[in-house]
């Protein structure tokens, strides 16, 4: 059952190709976010567009992970020492920046990497997903406590310049709770209740299901657009997302860590590549 649960369409790509498209959109936005005063502009534009695809993919895997991980602790512990490395390089570089190569100017600032965003995501969904959070209190008092633990993690977005500020955690979880919905149908079909919920999502083809889960994460970007200032071209992300068959490969430890290294060794890379270019140009 729970690799039927799992799967999401028959046909489609697995884990490590939805991740290698996320991958590549993201370094196709940082060649242009860090080189964006030594490329036309047509180019710039164009990389970044392509770029947008890239959060939305890396939340929809975040939101994976944290319902398929074995261990949600080391899971949080390994995106939050990789949030911690890239900071500390990023800044770094930062410093070199400022007092070798002060004419070159970054676009954005680069303070609050993504990966810290994920690390502190991945905290307010396991505040979501217990069903207690402490044991002394009845369920209403938890539920109160859960509120307010939300709006408070939330409340750092507003005080912390966090990469895409605070549509990536309210993208991730009106994912949760797409994908909380489809792994409950799908296991109420296989129980025996006869009562009014469970006779409902039996009545439930999982065609149906599929389509209404694709359709709610669509919708979900588009509220993303609409409400938290963010690019509309990552409703396209919608394509590859929508491709994506459930399977998750046993990488090893090795290729698993390559995916983590790539995120803090491209900036560093990409960042003193352009400083050095900019500086030749002067």
């Avoid at 490590?16 to 860090?34: E, G, N, P």
């Avoid at 994920?118 to 369920?139: A, G, N, V």
């Avoid at 657009?225 to 399977?247: A, D, K, Q, R, T």
Wanted: aromatic share 12%; with cysteine.
């Amino acid at each position: 059952m729970k690799e039927k649960i799992r799967k999401i369409i028959t046909l489609g790509i697995d884990s490590d190709t939805l991740k290698i498209i996320a991958v590549t959109s993201m370094l196709l936005d940082h060649i242009a976010y860090y080189f964006y005063d030594l490329i036309p502009n047509i180019l710039y534009v164009s990389l970044r567009i392509l770029g947008r695809l890239a959060m939305p993919i890396f939340t929809y895997q975040l939101v994976q992970g944290f319902f398929n991980t074995k261990n949600y602790n080391k899971y949080l512990k390994r995106i939050g020492i990789y949030a911690l490395v890239t900071q500390i390089l990023i800044t770094l570089v930062m410093v070199v920046n400022i007092k070798i190569f002060s004419e070159y100017k970054t676009n954005i600032y680069t303070f609050g990497n993504i990966l810290i965003s994920f690390f502190i995501i991945l905290i307010l969904l396991k505040i979501i997903h217990e069903p207690i959070l402490f044991k002394k209190l009845d369920k209403s008092q938890n539920i109160i406590m859960k509120i307010i633990a939300v709006l408070l993690i939330l409340g750092i977005y507003i005080f912390v310049p966090l990469d895409y500020g605070i549509s990536a955690p309210i993208l991730a979880i009106l994912i949760y709770m797409i994908e909380k919905f489809r792994i409950t149908v799908l296991i109420s079909k296989n129980n025996i209740s006869q009562n009014f919920t469970g006779l409902l999502y039996k009545s439930i083809s999982e065609n149906t299901v599929k389509i209404v889960y694709i359709s709610l994460i669509l919708f979900s970007l588009i509220l993303c657009v609409i409400y938290c200032n963010i690019s509309w071209i990552i409703i396209l992300s919608i394509i590859p997302i929508m491709l994506y068959n459930g399977e998750r490969k046993n990488a090893d430890k090795k290729c698993k860590m390559l995916f983590y290294m790539f995120y803090p060794a491209h900036n560093v890379l990409l960042y003193i590549t352009a400083m050095l270019v900019a500086n030749l140009k002067i």
